[in-house]
């Protein structure tokens, strides 16, 4: 399908992926082994729960956290533990001289990676600390559902990912069990501070989106620099508004809380957006908070209520009900050329003067053919439907 080849310039070492590398094979020998253990559910499915357990596992920790910590100073350490934390592995990388197997950011990309940064970043963080100023947590708690609610709404209707009736009900109830684990017995208080959350939510869907179109490039930089400016900005104003700086002991356990729960988790994130789309990566995303607060139960000792394990029936079946989607139709790919991180499968059938490593990332072209196989709506599946 893909017969052009060839790097199109070297990645730079800020740039270097981190998949693991695998060994070389031609493209005829690795298409047999590709197509035998290939599954549509692989890798992105446990990418996307990979983040939402990293994520998920930050919960509980940053609540011990906030017992020495202004809540907006915590959400600018971590995102500083991020960003500083994946600074680390890149410099690590580029000491070991490791080769590059991820797209570098283009300038095409800059806009792009603007836009995320800023929605996602800053708009989003700075207007849901407005909001809970001004709103009380239980209606803030619930309200926070809505960023799943806009990530799916807006790739389904805006950016028209597919999605068919047992989709929609799976993230539906993936969403309803999040919903049942905020809920605190009182409604949703409707004033300025839950709009406010609720645009910071809209802010998160936009990020979340936006960052589909970058997912073929390094996730490791993105979350990088999304971590650095948004750390800097949160920690920025959290000082500018009184808070204190806490002990260095709190500091660094911060700083390792955000590496993990927003830095690992982030690029995890991306990965999933690359295989998934926005709409299925942010459904198992949602899982989450179920993550968080089973490890509340094991870590805190807060109590198991009837309440969890009603939630707890209803993400699994949200989950098994995406698990067991089988999309699969007869489909038109066009000629396409893009460069991303891939090895030799059904999609990537192209030939090289020598030697590869597998995964690598280089330019290539898709010549247009038509095929059927179960897919989602990933980086070569973005076709429109019916």
């Known amino acids: 399908m893909a017969n052009v080849s060839g790097s199109k310039g070297q990645s730079p070492w800020w740039v270097q992926g981190d998949a693991l590398v695998g060994f070389g094979a031609t493209p005829r020998q690795d298409q047999g082994r590709m197509q035998a253990n290939h599954s549509h559910l692989w890798p992105g499915v446990p990418l996307a729960l990979g983040s939402a357990l990293a994520f998920g596992a930050s919960t509980p920790l940053s609540k011990l956290l906030l017992a020495s910590l202004d809540p907006q100073l915590l959400a600018g350490l971590l995102y500083l533990g991020a960003g500083i934390g994946l600074a680390g592995v890149h410099l690590a990388r580029a000491a070991l001289d490791m080769p590059a197997q991820d797209a570098p950011l283009r300038r095409a990309d800059l806009p792009w990676l603007g836009a995320v940064i800023g929605f996602g970043g800053i708009i989003g963080p700075l207007l ?3 909001g809970l100023c001004r709103t009380p947590a239980a209606s803030a708690s619930l309200l926070l559902n809505l960023e799943s609610l806009a990530t799916m709404g807006l ?13 929609l009900l799976g993230a539906f109830a993936i969403l309803a069990g999040a919903v049942l684990l905020s809920w605190q017995g009182h409604g949703i208080t409707i004033d300025g501070g839950a709009v406010l959350i609720a645009g910071a939510c809209l802010a998160w869907g936009i990020d979340n989106n936006l960052t589909r179109r970058l997912s073929a490039a390094n996730p490791v930089l993105i979350a990088l620099l999304k971590g650095l400016v948004a750390g800097t900005v949160n920690t920025g104003v959290a000082l500018w508004w009184g808070a204190a700086l806490p002990s260095a002991g709190v500091l660094g356990a911060a700083a390792l809380v955000g590496f993990i729960g927003i830095g690992v988790s982030l690029v995890l994130y991306v990965r999933g957006l690359r295989h998934l789309g926005a709409a299925r990566t942010g459904a198992y995303f949602s899982l989450a908070p179920f993550i968080g607060t089973l490890l509340a139960i094991m870590l805190l000792g807060e109590p198991l209520t009837l309440r969890l394990g009603v939630a707890g029936v209803l993400m699994a079946a949200g989950l098994w009900l995406h698990l067991a989607e089988r999309h699969q139709h007869a489909h038109q790919h066009e000629a396409l050329e893009h460069e991303h991180s891939h090895v030799h499968d059904e999609h990537h059938q192209h030939a090289h003067d020598g030697p590869v490593t597998e995964p690598h990332s280089h330019w290539h072209r898709h010549e247009p053919v ?4 179960p897919h989602y709506p990933d980086l070569h599946h973005r076709h429109r439907h019916p």
């Open 155 to 167: 790739a389904w209707i805006v950016f028209r990912e597919n999605v068919d009736r047992r989709l």
């Open 128 to 130: 849901l600390m407005l």
């Open 370 to 373: 038509r095929h059927a196989h």
